[in-house]
């Protein structure tokens, strides 16, 4: 039984307005003691001839109190519907058993393929926290759009082909030593690559061996190629260790080099279209309509840049996977960018391109900390990460000294504090870190969801042999039992807000309030107490297994775990 729909039904037959009119104008009241739907009889006015406040009164009085609807009340121009909480919370409750770990999944992405490209850092530099935010951002939508029935793939369009490795094998030849390069990759590499750019500074030759060395990359060299598969792979090596921290996979590790014999393609194709001008010896494609720079598709020496290899990984998604989607979660400085080979992607005729999509993210800031790559004093991801667990495991010291598994439970909410404060805010907008909000397991934190989950387990644990399978709930139908019940009832509406705007954080912002609801309940609604008679204390029960299934589909979402006691 849809509540709403039932409402709207019997408002189109008692009045003359059409199920299109009243279901728009159908609304949440502001407040809990008005019912759970509204309907302003203010449009009815002018047919009817007749003040609003009387129409609502009319309007009352031809509703029965029945199986879905408790009564309904007329204030001022309104009318209040108060659903029957017993069979909503039934009904609720019963579907979300049924779903077995799947609530709030849908069928609207059913034959539908979104491609989700996202982290996408850079080999030889440092994994740093705007391929983290990509990475929070991206795998939460992934996870997202697969909960809607979506095929997602997950694309990590790896930054390993460019000029700078040039410089970084001319930098390798001249200092590289493996055996400290092996210890210690990025590091190491990212060293001579510094060292290479001050030593530049007065030996411009420097940056002529670097080009010849590009240029020999490109062109299949054994001995260049060599050296750029080793800088790869030992980046992966580290990159994946960060990604196994964070439980993150992805489908594809196809980056840049992997379109290097796939960009003359779209040069021959913008070409013969005519979309290319000359510009001081350079190829670009014009957009002056569009009041944005031209974007370069060749430059003067020849060489192909950035954007020419999205446009050719565009191309080959289209033809490989045909996608209904391309997402792009890359940080806003690049909107530019996008826009620009967008822009040339459409004016190639291409229709799909429509459906490419930046997501973008802001800045992250961590208080007193540079993050510049630049001068090689940056912050170092994994170090962020080791951070924040270990800050985690010493406040578990502190409050739970006996805990069994403490190293699990530090690294799962250590962790999950990182994801959330990614996810925390509409992804646009910038972010401090702050450890204390962080970590605060009182306040809006990943913490505070996973402390309420265990909180709910533990009372499950303790149930242990209880039956509540069958639980009569109008046994607890309380205002925060109900209150809870509602929020798990609107799951799905929180997944699908989420992936309409490509924002992960309707679902923080929903397993946060889900998790005060909860919290609520069970301390004004007591669950084990010697005093609590079976029948209530089975529906109680029943609302907790349902509430902690949910927290944890919820904070799934975003790529939180959750621990099964702390
Ligand atoms: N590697 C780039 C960086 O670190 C991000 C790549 C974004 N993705 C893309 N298709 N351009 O800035």
Same mark, same amino acid.
């Given at each position: 039984?849809?509540?709403?729909?039932?409402?709207?039904?019997?408002?189109?037959?008692?009045?003359?307005?059409?199920?299109?009119?009243?279901?728009?104008?159908?609304?949440?009241?502001?407040?809990?003691?008005?019912?759970?739907?509204?309907?302003?009889?203010?449009?009815?006015?002018?047919?009817?001839?007749?003040?609003?406040?009387?129409?609502?009164?009319?309007?009352?009085?031809?509703?029965?109190?029945?199986?879905?609807?408790?009564?309904?009340?007329?204030?001022?121009?309104?009318?209040?519907?108060?659903?029957?909480?017993?069979?909503?919370?039934?009904?609720?409750?019963?579907?979300?058993?049924?779903?077995?770990?799947?609530?709030?999944?849908?069928?609207?992405?059913?034959?539908?393929?979104?491609?989700?490209?996202?982290?996408?850092?850079?080999?030889?530099?440092?994994?740093?926290?705007?391929?983290?935010?990509?990475?929070?951002?991206?795998?939460?939508?992934?996870?997202?759009?697969?909960?809607?029935?979506?095929?997602?793939?997950?694309?990590?369009?790896?930054?390993?082909?460019?000029?700078?490795?040039?410089?970084?094998?001319?930098?390798?030849?001249?200092?590289?030593?493996?055996?400290?390069?092996?210890?210690?990759?990025?590091?190491?590499?990212?060293?001579?690559?510094?060292?290479?750019?001050?030593?530049?500074?007065?030996?411009?030759?420097?940056?002529?061996?670097?080009?010849?060395?590009?240029?020999?990359?490109?062109?299949?060299?054994?001995?260049?190629?060599?050296?750029?598969?080793?800088?790869?792979?030992?980046?992966?090596?580290?990159?994946?260790?960060?990604?196994?921290?964070?439980?993150?996979?992805?489908?594809?590790?196809?980056?840049?080099?992997?379109?290097?014999?796939?960009?003359?393609?779209?040069?021959?194709?913008?070409?013969?279209?005519?979309?290319?001008?000359?510009?001081?010896?350079?190829?670009?494609?014009?957009?002056?309509?569009?009041?944005?720079?031209?974007?370069?598709?060749?430059?003067?020496?020849?060489?192909?840049?950035?954007?020419?290899?999205?446009?050719?990984?565009?191309?080959?998604?289209?033809?490989?996977?045909?996608?209904?989607?391309?997402?792009?979660?890359?940080?806003?400085?690049?909107?530019?960018?996008?826009?620009?080979?967008?822009?040339?992607?459409?004016?190639?005729?291409?229709?799909?391109?429509?459906?490419?999509?930046?997501?973008?993210?802001?800045?992250?800031?961590?208080?007193?900390?540079?993050?510049?790559?630049?001068?090689?004093?940056?912050?170092?991801?994994?170090?962020?990460?080791?951070? *924040?667990? &270990?800050?985690?495991?010493?406040?578990?010291?502190? =409050? !739970?000294?006996?805990?069994?598994? $403490? +190293?699990?439970?530090? /690294?799962?909410?250590?962790?999950?504090?990182?994801?959330?404060?990614?996810?925390?805010?509409?992804?646009?907008?910038?972010?401090?870190?702050?450890?204390?909000?962080?970590?605060?397991?009182?306040?809006?934190?990943?913490?505070?969801?996973?402390?309420?989950?265990?909180?709910?387990?533990?009372?499950?644990?303790?149930?242990?042999?209880?039956?509540?399978?069958?639980?009569?709930?109008?046994?607890?139908? *309380?205002? &925060?039992?109900?209150?809870?019940?509602?929020?798990? =009832? !609107?799951?799905?509406?929180?997944? $699908? +807000?989420?992936?309409? /705007?490509?924002?992960?954080?309707?679902?923080?912002?929903?397993?946060?309030?889900?998790?005060?609801?909860?919290?609520?309940?069970?301390?004004?609604?007591?669950?084990?107490?010697?005093?609590?008679?079976?029948?209530?204390?089975?529906?109680?029960?029943?609302?907790?297994?349902?509430?902690?299934?949910?927290?944890?589909?919820?904070?799934?979402?975003?790529?939180?775990?959750?621990?099964?006691?702390?």
């Amino acid at each position: 039984m849809n509540f709403k729909e039932y409402v709207i039904d019997k408002l189109a037959e008692l009045t003359e307005l059409e199920k299109g009119v009243i279901e728009n104008s159908v609304e949440v009241p502001p407040e809990e003691k008005m019912g759970d739907l509204a309907f302003p009889c203010f449009p009815l006015a002018r047919i009817m001839r007749k003040a609003p406040p009387i129409i609502a009164a009319e309007l009352a009085e031809k509703f029965n109190s029945d199986e879905v609807l408790d009564k309904v009340e007329a204030v001022g121009g309104y009318l209040n519907f108060f659903f029957n909480r017993a069979e909503f919370e039934k009904e609720t409750i019963e579907a979300i058993k049924a779903s077995n770990g799947n609530w709030g999944t849908s069928d609207i992405g059913n034959g539908k393929t979104v491609l989700v490209e996202y982290s996408s850092p850079n080999i030889a530099k440092p994994f740093h926290i705007g391929h983290l935010f990509s990475t929070a951002v991206g795998n939460s939508l992934a996870k997202i759009y697969k909960h809607l029935g979506y095929n997602v793939q997950s694309l990590n369009h790896l930054g390993d082909w460019g000029t700078q490795f040039g410089k970084l094998i001319s930098a390798y030849k001249r200092w590289g030593d493996p055996s400290v390069i092996e210890k210690d990759p990025i590091k190491e590499l990212l060293k001579i690559y510094v060292k290479f750019h001050d030593e530049a500074k007065e030996h411009p030759e420097l940056e002529d061996e670097a080009r010849e060395y590009f240029k020999k990359l490109e062109d299949g060299d054994e001995e260049t190629t060599k050296l750029w598969s080793y800088f790869r792979e030992q980046s992966l090596v580290e990159f994946k260790r960060v990604y196994d921290m964070l439980g993150v996979k992805f489908d594809s590790y196809n980056g840049e080099a992997f379109y290097s014999d796939k960009m003359q393609e779209v040069v021959d194709i913008l070409d013969e279209k005519g979309l290319l001008t000359d510009s001081e010896g350079a190829k670009v494609v014009d957009l002056s309509e569009l009041n944005v720079p031209p974007c370069i598709i060749l430059k003067s020496d020849g060489a192909t840049i950035y954007a020419t290899r999205d446009i050719a990984a565009a191309l080959y998604r289209h033809r490989t996977y045909n996608f209904d989607k391309n997402i792009y979660v890359v940080g806003t400085p690049q909107a530019l960018h996008f826009k620009q080979i967008f822009a040339v992607m459409e004016k190639a005729g291409w229709e799909w391109s429509k459906n490419c999509k930046h997501v973008g993210f802001g800045l992250v800031k961590l208080p007193g900390k540079s993050m510049s790559t630049r001068n090689g004093d940056v912050v170092f991801l994994e170090e962020v990460l080791n951070e *924040s667990i &270990e800050k985690t495991r010493a406040i578990i010291e502190t =409050n !739970s000294p006996d805990m069994e598994n $403490k +190293d699990e439970v530090a /690294k799962k909410i250590g962790i999950g504090a990182i994801l959330y404060t990614f996810l925390k805010n509409s992804r646009e907008k910038d972010i401090v870190f702050a450890w204390d909000t962080m970590l605060d397991f009182e306040g809006e934190s990943a913490p505070y969801c996973q402390y309420g989950y265990a909180r709910g387990r533990s009372i499950l644990r303790r149930a242990e042999g209880i039956d509540y399978s069958d639980a009569d709930l109008s046994k607890a139908t *309380s205002d &925060e039992a109900y209150a809870l019940v509602k929020q798990l =009832n !609107s799951f799905g509406d929180a997944v $699908k +807000d989420a992936a309409d /705007k490509n924002e992960p954080f309707y679902i923080n912002r929903y397993v946060t309030n889900l998790t005060k609801a909860f919290n609520k309940f069970y301390n004004t609604n007591p669950i084990m107490k010697d005093d609590v008679d079976d029948e209530t204390k089975k529906a109680r029960l029943a609302i907790v297994d349902a509430s902690t299934q949910v927290i944890k589909t919820a904070l799934g979402l975003l790529g939180i775990d959750t621990v099964e006691s702390m």
